[in-house]
C-alpha cells in the first residue's frame, strides 16, 4: 500500500513539475497550457496572448502589403538585370559563331522587353498602393480631427482641449494652427437674426447673386418620429458645422444661367427667366459652378452639403417648415408652406418667379417648394449619432436633393424631406443655389 502510494507521488510530482523560467512560473501537468505570469503580473490562457488578438488597422496592412509586394518586384528586377549581364558577358567573347551570336542578340532583345515589363509594372502597382495610402492617411486624419473636434464641442472636454490640441499637433502640424484659430468660436446664427447680405466679385454682380452669411452652429438634422409625413431615411442626429458660408438668397434663375451658360434648357421658358433654372443634372451643375470658378479664378462657389442645406432651411426651427408644422389634415395643402412656398396646392403646376414668398428667418426664399435643389452629398442613411461637417458616404452611385417642388404636396417639401438620383438625372422640377465658400 505504501509503495502504491510512494508511486502516485512521483507521478504527480512529474506531471505537476514547476519549471521556472525567465522569472514566470509554467505550470505543467493537469493544468494544460495555462501560464502564471510573475514578472508583468498578467494571466494568459494558451496561446492567445493580447499580440496575437490584435488585428492590424488597414493603413499599417496597405503599408506592409506594399513594402512586400515593392520587395518582390525589386527581386524580379534583378534577377532579370543578372540574367542580362549574363549575357552581356557572354557577348564579349571573341570567339562566338554568328548562330551563338544571334541567339544572345534574340535572348537580349527578350530579357530586356521582360526588364522594361517589369519597370512599368512595378510603377503603375506601386503608384496604385501609394495613392491607396495616401488615402487611408488623409481618411485617418478626418476622422481624428473629427474626434478632436467633438472633444472640445462637449462640455465634458473643455478641461482636455489643450491636450487634444496637443495630440493634433504631433500628428498633423500643419493642421494645428488653423484648429487652435477655430477654437475661437464665430458666434452662431441665431433664429430671427439679421441677415448679411453680400455680393460677389464681378461675375456674381453680372448675375445678380445675392448671397448671406450663414454662421457656425448645432441643429437636429432628419425628423422627428412623430413628424407627419416623414421618411424612414430621416432619422433625427444632431449635427455641428463649425466653419460658416455664404448660401444663395434664391434659386439660381433662368437668366442666371442663361448669362453664365449661353443657353436656357428650362421646361418653363414661358414663366418668365426670373424663375427658378430646372431640367438641370447635377453634372450641369457642376459645369455651371466650374465656368464661375474659373472666371473669377477661385473654387469658392459650390453646392450646399445636405446639412449646410438643411441648416439654412430650418433657420433655428425644429418645425416641418420654417415657420411652422404639419399635421395628417394638412398633408396635401397646409397653410404654414402657403406662406414661404409653392408646391402642388398652390402652384399652378408650373414654377413661379423666385422671392416672392416670405423668406425664412436668416433671408433665404423658396427652400421649400419651387424646385427641389440639388446638394454635393451622395445618398446614404443617416448614422444615428453626433457629426461634425458631415459630406455624405465617400461613394454611392445617386446625389441628394432637397426642398420639394411645385409638384410635390406639403409633406414632401418638409426641411427633414430628401430625394436622390444618379449625377445625369434632369427633370422640369430640380434645379439648385450655389453656396460660396467664407474666407
Known amino acids: 500500500m505504501n509503495k502504491k502510494l510512494m508511486v502516485s507521488a512521483i507521478v504527480g510530482a512529474v506531471l505537476g513539475v514547476i519549471c521556472i523560467i525567465g522569472g514566470s512560473v509554467r505550470v505543467g501537468g493537469f493544468a494544460g497550457n495555462a501560464i502564471v505570469a510573475i514578472g508583468n503580473n498578467s494571466l494568459a490562457y494558451g496561446s492567445d496572448t493580447e499580440a496575437d488578438m490584435k488585428t492590424p488597422d488597414p493603413l499599417s496592412h496597405m503599408e506592409a502589403k506594399h513594402w512586400a509586394a515593392r520587395e518582390k518586384e525589386q527581386v524580379e528586377i534583378a534577377r532579370c538585370k543578372a540574367e542580362i549581364a549574363k549575357l552581356d558577358a557572354q557577348a564579349a567573347r571573341s ?10 542578340v534574340h535572348q537580349r532583345e ?3 522587353k ?4 517589369l519597370k512599368n509594372k512595378q510603377q503603375k502597382e506601386e503608384a496604385k498602393r501609394l495613392t491607396e495610402i495616401k ?3 488623409e481618411e ?4 481624428d480631427i473629427r474626434k478632436y473636434q467633438e472633444i472640445i464641442l462637449s462640455p465634458f472636454g473643455k478641461d482636455m482641449k489643450a491636450a487634444a490640441l496637443k495630440s493634433i499637433a504631433v500628428k498633423y502640424p500643419e493642421v494645428a494652427a488653423e484648429l487652435e484659430q477655430g477654437n475661437k468660436k464665430e458666434p452662431e446664427s441665431k433664429p430671427g437674426s439679421k441677415p448679411e447680405v453680400v455680393h460677389s466679385k464681378n461675375t456674381i454682380k453680372f448675375l445678380g447673386m445675392e448671397f448671406v452669411l450663414i454662421k457656425p452652429g448645432t441643429f437636429m438634422m432628419g425628423s422627428s418620429a412623430d413628424e407627419s409625413g416623414r421618411d424612414n431615411d430621416e432619422t433625427q442626429h444632431s449635427v455641428t458645422l463649425t466653419k460658416k458660408f455664404y448660401i444663395q438668397t434664391t434659386e439660381v434663375t433662368q ?3 442663361r448669362k453664365a451658360m449661353k443657353s436656357n434648357p428650362s421646361y418653363f421658358k414661358d414663366s418668365g427667366e ?4 430646372e431640367s438641370v443634372s447635377f453634372d450641369d451643375c457642376q459645369e455651371f459652378i466650374r465656368k464661375l470658378n474659373k472666371q473669377e479664378n477661385t473654387n469658392k462657389y459650390r453646392l450646399p452639403t445636405e446639412a449646410e442645406w438643411e441648416y439654412a432651411c430650418r433657420a433655428g426651427s425644429k418645425t416641418a417648415f420654417t415657420n411652422g408644422d404639419i399635421t395628417k389634415k394638412d398633408f396635401v395643402h397646409n397653410a404654414n408652406l402657403n406662406q414661404v412656398g409653392w408646391y402642388s396646392a398652390n402652384s399652378g403646376r408650373t414654377t413661379h418667379p423666385v422671392s416672392q414668398k416670405k423668406p425664412n428667418n436668416w433671408g433665404l426664399y423658396d427652400m421649400h417648394g419651387n424646385v427641389w435643389e ?3 452629398d451622395r445618398y446614404g442613411r443617416y448614422p444615428d449619432q453626433h457629426l461634425i461637417d458631415p459630406e455624405g458616404p465617400s461613394s454611392g452611385a445617386r446625389r441628394v436633393f432637397k426642398g420639394g417642388s411645385w409638384l410635390n404636396d406639403a409633406a414632401q417639401c418638409r426641411s427633414a424631406n430628401r430625394f436622390r438620383d444618379i449625377p445625369s438625372f434632369k427633370s422640369r422640377y430640380l434645379g439648385f443655389r450655389l453656396v460660396m465658400t467664407a474666407p
Open 135 to 137: 488615402r487611408l492617411k
Open 274 to 277: 426670373d424663375c427658378p433654372i
Open 110 to 112: 527578350k530579357l530586356q
Open 255 to 257: 437668366e442666371q444661367w
Open 140 to 143: 485617418i486624419k478626418k476622422k
Open 95 to 104: 570567339y562566338n559563331t554568328l548562330d551563338v551570336m544571334l541567339t544572345i
Open 114 to 117: 521582360q526588364l522594361n515589363t
Open 374 to 376: 440639388w446638394c454635393q
